[in-house]
């Protein structure tokens, strides 16, 4: 659920109605741990009328619209969970690990953690006990088959843990813009809301708590907001110069006063002694007199390994600023704000950019998030020979007058499908995302495809790992 920025209020009046309600999720994962979801909307505030209820214990639902607050979790129909958030279940990432450089199949500089042998001692089970990964779970993934990455080569296949597994079991995994990446040993989900929560998983089946990047909203957060947010949105994870970096977006509901700041680790192992979330503060930061909004960030690298940071939500749509692979900060040599992709202040979101073949591609999400079963999110794509565009759809048409290639809408029970992450692991590419489940109220569920390309380059999605 990227934060959806509100433009003019007299060019978003339709969008502000719906928006201006927050949703708050709170669902148990497998294991039984309660994941409250995270609220967010159309720049700010997340939300349906008829939102998922929350009845598990973690976090303080908020006030929405008219709606009464709620403690413990929100209530179902509307209230919202504007703080009440902190599970690791409504994850927002938009684009966490990127993809590496497209002509550099031993990349990974996009998510995979090529030197985090020292994470593999701790491993969290799965709730069945089961401590494999999907490489050689093959009899643990409830009856979907396995493929074996060994057959991939050497240099395009980093120590991953993604593969094509199937289940045909339904998997409630509560959230909403996800972001997912694999250290070598496991899976971290990064959530939207509250103080950033994560989860862990060995399978991508069963998944367990794993605590909070932060204990609190950063102070300067607030300090740059002039007011609290309730919460931090749009968590974005990569790895890159030795550390773990996660890029999230904090802001006011329906405005564009916002900022993205940035936190790192030296490993996602919580059982080790070097594992410590280091505030680094802002990165990058929009006022209310811009055309752009700081939220919904996604790194990506570009061929040379340097890395690129996505940014935006309505107002003139996505935008990017080149990053310093030193620092995780913006980079001072070229100060160019890009723009990637824009509706001329329609709904536009959440940015996530993997590499192929000499293509980067651009995933984004058109429409309205937020609203339960009333959702109309859809996830789009376009492409580009260079990093900062100008990206197209098939016939050549630019992103930036609103064209893109349709890869998923709202289908069945699964509506408003979107805010997701574009995921490279080696040769294996996948699309991480969320969507409203029409047959559970509308609640925000996890989904996993994998990602395929044509014989002219194109992407589409494969079916979901699990329905």
């Known amino acids: 659920m990227k934060t959806v920025a509100l433009v003019p209020v007299v060019r978003r009046a339709s969008r502000l109605g719906c928006v201006l309600v927050a949703m708050a999720i709170s669902c148990s994962t497998e294991d039984g741990a309660t994941d409250p979801g995270a609220s967010r909307g159309g720049g700010g505030a997340s939300a349906s009328g008829g939102a998922s209820g929350a009845v598990g214990s973690g976090g303080n639902g908020a006030t929405g619209v008219g709606g009464a607050s709620a403690a413990g979790g929100a209530t179902s129909g509307g209230s919202a969970g504007n703080s009440g958030s902190s599970g690791s279940s409504g994850s927002s990432g938009n684009g966490a690990t990127g993809g590496a450089p497209p002509r550099d199949a031993a990349g990974g500089t996009g998510g995979s953690a090529r030197d985090a042998s020292g994470d593999q001692g701790g491993a969290l089970a799965d709730a069945t006990g089961d401590m494999g990964n999907l490489r050689d779970a093959s009899g643990e993934t409830g009856g979907g088959d396995v493929r074996d990455a060994s057959a991939e080569s050497a240099t395009d296949a980093p120590p991953g843990g993604f593969s094509d597994a199937r289940s045909t079991t339904h998997l409630d995994i509560p959230a909403h813009d996800p972001a997912i990446i694999w250290d070598g040993a496991r899976y971290s989900l990064f959530a939207t809301g509250g103080n950033l929560g994560i989860r862990n998983s060995a399978n991508l089946l069963q998944w367990r708590d794993a605590?909070?990047?932060?204990?609190?909203?950063?102070?300067?957060?607030?300090?740059?907001?002039?007011?609290?947010?309730?919460?931090?949105?749009?968590?974005?994870?990569?790895?890159?110069?030795?550390?773990?970096?996660?890029?999230?977006?904090?802001?006011?509901?329906?405005?564009?006063?916002?900022?993205?700041?940035?936190?790192?680790?030296?490993?996602?192992?919580?059982?080790?002694?070097?594992?410590?979330?280091?505030?680094?503060?802002?990165?990058?930061?929009?006022?209310?007199?811009?055309?752009?909004?700081?939220?919904?960030?996604?790194?990506?690298?570009?061929?040379?390994?340097?890395?690129?940071?996505?940014?935006?939500?309505?107002?003139?749509?996505?935008?990017?600023?080149?990053?310093?692979?030193?620092?995780?900060?913006?980079?001072?040599?070229?100060?160019?704000?890009?723009?990637?992709?824009?509706?001329?202040?329609?709904?536009?979101?959440?940015?996530?950019?993997?590499?192929?073949?000499?293509?980067?591609?651009?995933?984004?999400?058109?429409?309205?998030?937020?609203?339960?079963?009333?959702?109309?999110?859809?996830?789009?794509?376009?492409?580009?020979?260079?990093?900062?565009?100008?990206?197209?759809?098939?016939?050549?048409?630019?992103?930036?007058?609103?064209?893109?290639?349709?890869?998923?809408?709202?289908?069945?029970?699964?509506?408003?499908?979107?805010?997701?992450?574009?995921y490279r692991d080696g040769a294996l590419y996948f699309y991480v995302y969320h969507y409203y489940d029409g047959q559970d109220g509308g609640r925000s569920k996890l989904s996993i495809r994998p990602i395929s390309f044509s014989s002219d380059g194109w992407p589409t999605l494969d079916e979901p790992l699990f329905p």
């Not at 990047?213 to 974005?236: E, I, K, N, Q, R």
């Not at 410590?276 to 996604?298: Q, R």
């Not at 293509?359 to 058109?366: P, W």
Request: charged share 15%; hydrophobic share 40%; proline share 4%.
């Open 211 to 422: 605590g909070s990047v932060f204990s609190a909203v950063p102070a300067w957060v607030t300090a740059a907001l002039g007011a609290d947010p309730g919460g931090l949105w749009a968590p974005d994870i990569s790895y890159f110069n030795g550390k773990y970096h996660l890029y999230y977006a904090g802001s006011t509901f329906g405005s564009n006063r916002s900022v993205i700041g940035l936190a790192t680790n030296v490993t996602l192992d919580r059982a080790s002694t070097s594992y410590a979330w280091v505030d680094e503060g802002l990165v990058f930061e929009s006022m209310t007199s811009n055309n752009y909004n700081a939220i919904d960030p996604g790194v990506t690298f570009d061929e040379s390994g340097t890395p690129w940071l996505a940014f935006g939500s309505f107002w003139d749509g996505i935008k990017m600023r080149k990053l310093d692979a030193s620092t995780g900060k913006l980079a001072a040599g070229d100060t160019t704000l890009y723009s990637l992709a824009s509706r001329g202040g329609g709904a536009i979101e959440a940015p996530s950019i993997i590499a192929r073949g000499g293509y980067y591609y651009l995933f984004v999400s058109f429409d309205a998030c937020c609203k339960g079963v009333s959702s109309t999110y859809r996830t789009m794509v376009g492409r580009a020979t260079t990093i900062t565009g100008p990206y197209v759809d098939k016939a050549g048409a630019q992103m930036m007058k609103g064209a893109a290639e349709e890869l998923l809408k709202s289908t069945g029970r699964y509506i408003g499908p979107g805010g997701g992450t574009a």
